[in-house]
């Protein structure tokens, strides 16, 4: 199908015509570059809004004892919403959303939308609903480290948030079923607009409600997006309020539980990781918890920029090529599965080798602001030095395990992230003596283990996907960039805004040279060939 036979519905996003197929049904159409640069252009802005909200909670309430608390009640809903609905249930139910819609089966994609709705809305209720309940308790589980006003602090923070959790994973989950049938756009339009009201929200509220106009903030950006997305579900091709006449077959009737069932253990392994450090670090000085969440956001702030968005589109075509396919991997979709991997990794190297050798200034140019003064910020760059393989490590994480939900190799991804959780739980309580930067090393441990294990997947799934002998060409390549970097920042006049600038003026060419000879990349352009 050529470029000009897509149409745009009112949602603004692309839609197929003629029941969301292509006109040859043996070769999906290649998606145009002005779409990746389109969802790029979104999704950078929704990061850097995203990104936004942090830094203004940090300038209104620094590292203390009250954003810790604010960041420890954080991660169960954060877990919930982010890891095991947006992780292990969307991925799962997009692929089966797009294999229906391939096959334009939309009367029984309509019957798993409501379905996957509707065990969103009952079950996450529900367990919200216990959590209300039990809030003090939990607190004091997850963070037995607080005591007192803390204490209290944090169980008030926690019954804000659950229904943040609620919120977001209903968006989330609508994300998934615009993406399937090919809306890419609006899910990010969500997100954006979403981040934008969290941010006004603290900006108007910061002074009156304290940390807990973050809490709010947060659910109010999560209405949005949930507004937003729902008001495309019309527009996206399934006749979801019409109840399809003919009776399903079983097979029909059930979304993917066993792979929903793997992914879920994977991603609750990592999530694992998540409850873990705020456990230990709980018990830590004040702010180490959210010096530890800040450093963390900086890191993975490039995987949002680049992995994300690319591997939102790449499962959904993967998912159509392997159903055409017969469920082989053909030549073209391996390559530009490869090729998409090369990219993410070159992209997301420059970033970690940049964050290695100018973490200071890049803390304070982003955190340096109100009350986060430069004791934190001294904190925060040894923490996001620290953190710097992860951008690297993120990325590959995104993205493998997007194609390893595709390819149906998800015990290869538990293995992975299980080995993630066990060495984060090895080494956390062995490093925690070296204190806050002891528990960033063992994070970026594990976020390694489970980067290495998903490209020894990859591997599996087809020759032309292993990344071993790249990664390491990278690695070798980041080290002598970083060092660069570190050089030029210290040599480097005036404030951190120039001091990065000069950073990235000075290392860019020298590390695409670096690149381009180690890795021994081709001349193709970044985006898909146009159509």
Known sequence: MSCGSRTTGTSGAPQEPAGLRPANPSEPAAPRPSLFVGLIGLSTAAAFVGFL???VIGAFFGASKATDVYFAALAVPFVASHVVVAGALVPPITAHLAALVARDEQADAARAVRRALAITLLGGGALVGLAEALAEPLAGLLAPGFSGQHASAM????????????????SLMLNGVLTATGAYRRPVVAVLLGNVASVLWVLVAGNALGVSAASWGLVCGALVSLGVNASGLRGSGLPVTIRPAVPLTAAQQHLPGGRMALLAIALAAGGAIELAERFIASWSSAGSVSL???????????????AIPIASVALPRLVNALERQGRELGAGAAQEVASSAKWILVLLGYGAAVAAGAAGPIAALT???????PAEQEVLGIVLATFAPTVIAAGLVEYGTKIALATQRLRGLVAAQVAAM??????APLLSRFGIQGLAAARTAAWCVAAAGLSVTLARVDKRLALGTQLVRLGCVCALVGYEAYLVERLAPGGPFLRVALTLAVTGPSYLALVRYALRLPTEALLPRPC
């Open 53 to 55: 909200r942090e830094v």
């Open 155 to 170: 169980a008030t923070q926690l019954r804000i948030l659950l229904l943040f959790g609620l919120l977001a994973s209903l």
């Open 292 to 306: 530890l969440f800040f450093g963390s956001k900086l890191a993975q702030f490039p995987a949002k920029l680049v």
């Open 367 to 373: 955190f340096g602001h109100g009350k986060f003064g």
């Open 422 to 427: 066990v060495t984060y739980l090895v080494l």
